[in-house]
């Protein structure tokens, strides 16, 4: 499958692996192991670039088993050793306790440039905590607390990130910044 240059993965040391893209593939280790993951992660992508949800799905099942990962999955995959590390991350971030937080069940892989939030400091400057370019883990969780809110949760090796925010990512607020 032909990538673009912004949607190319990276190897650990920031070479760029022109074989998969940067949802699949983020700092030498594959993402996703479980194909329908994926699938549900891609479909809310492509559904902002015009596809129905019908029509993505459809594309991505007939496609997703020719590329060679899924084709090699059992020569290529870390016998779940990723999947352990996204279970700790998950045990971890539950056991924040966050108020008006549901239960954290699942971690996708997001692409910095789209989960890096503006947060605007005590005296009134604004500053983003993520790299643009790096993939992390996180989902999106609708507050219990209603209001219109939703908890953005990022993680990797090294911190584990909690925020609010609104519709589209409007009024951002960093609730935890936790280094691992």
């Known amino acids: 499958m032909p990538l673009e240059d912004g949607i190319i993965s ?3 040391d920031g070479t760029p692996n022109e074989e998969y893209c940067k949802w ?3 700092d030498g280790t594959y993402t996703y192991s479980d194909m329908d993951d994926l699938i549900d992660v891609c479909v809310r992508s492509m559904a902002d670039q015009g596809f129905t949800e019908e029509q993505a799905r459809a594309y991505l099942r007939e496609t997703l ?3 060679d990962y899924w084709k090699r999955y059992e020569e ?5 050793q990723f999947e352990a590390f996204k279970r700790q991350l998950i045990q971890e971030i539950n056991d924040l306790h966050v108020e008006g937080m549901p239960k954290l069940e699942k971690l996708n892989a997001l692409v910095g ?3 890096n939030l503006s947060y605007r400091l005590p005296g009134g400057q604004t500053v983003k905590f993520l790299d643009d370019t790096t993939t992390y883990l996180g989902n999106q969780l609708e507050s219990e607390l209603g209001e219109d809110l939703c908890f953005g949760v990022l993680a990797n090796m090294d911190f584990i990130l909690i925020c609010t925010y609104r519709e589209g990512g409007a009024d951002p607020e960093l609730l935890l910044y936790k280094k691992r």
């Open 10 to 12: 990276r190897e650990k």
């Open 24 to 26: 699949c593939y983020a």
């Open 65 to 67: 088993p020719r590329l």
């Open 76 to 80: 290529l995959s870390d016998n779940g």
């Open 113 to 115: 440039s789209y989960v």
